[in-house]
């Protein structure tokens, strides 16, 4: 008997493996992570994984225009701080600054540890100056990279506010 045959004939191992990936699938969209189930053909078994893919997927116009002007007013601030740690580290190899992972900040050299702070409270005073949380201007950030069609939307709002 194939696995697909054996997997449609054992009804507690289809509640099982059914409970399991709808536990994990709510889990997953708690986590904010998209979650998709694919069936292989040879095997008849599902497969979970997660994606952010469409974490910010109903992104507002004016939400957009809050995302686009809130980067055009961080754009000068990030410049002057990266320009800053350039000059102290001697080098353009600049070290990645994540504002939303308070860890890495923390492994950063204490001289430009500070700058990179005032950087990220600059830049979370904007997005909330433009009413986005910074959760949610960094969950449209993650968005813009995957949707072509946001990535759009947000030029055009930059081009017209410029």
């Given at each position: ?43 008849g078994v599902p497969q979970l994984s997660f994606s952010r893919a469409a974490y910010a997927q109903a992104v507002t ?74 959760r949610r201007f960094n969950a449209i950030t993650i968005a813009h990279q995957e949707d072509p069609d946001l990535s ?11």
């Amino acid at each position: 008997m194939n696995n697909a045959k054996r997997f449609r004939s054992n009804p507690p191992a289809i509640l099982t493996r059914s409970l399991l990936v709808g536990g994990l699938a709510t889990a997953g969209l708690l986590m904010s992570l998209v979650p998709t189930v694919n069936v292989s053909a040879e095997m008849g078994v599902p497969q979970l994984s997660f994606s952010r893919a469409a974490y910010a997927q109903a992104v507002t116009d004016e939400e957009v225009t809050n995302y686009a002007r809130s980067v055009l007013e961080m754009e000068p601030i990030r410049r002057s701080a990266f320009e800053r740690i350039r000059q102290i580290t001697g080098s353009s190899n600049i070290p990645e600054i994540k504002c939303d992972q308070p860890r890495r900040l923390n492994d950063l050299p204490s001289d430009i540890r500070q700058i990179a702070i005032n950087y990220c409270d600059q830049a979370r005073n904007i997005a909330q100056r433009n009413n986005l949380t910074i959760r949610r201007f960094n969950a449209i950030t993650i968005a813009h990279q995957e949707d072509p069609d946001l990535s759009n939307r947000i030029q055009q709002a930059i081009l017209q506010l410029q």
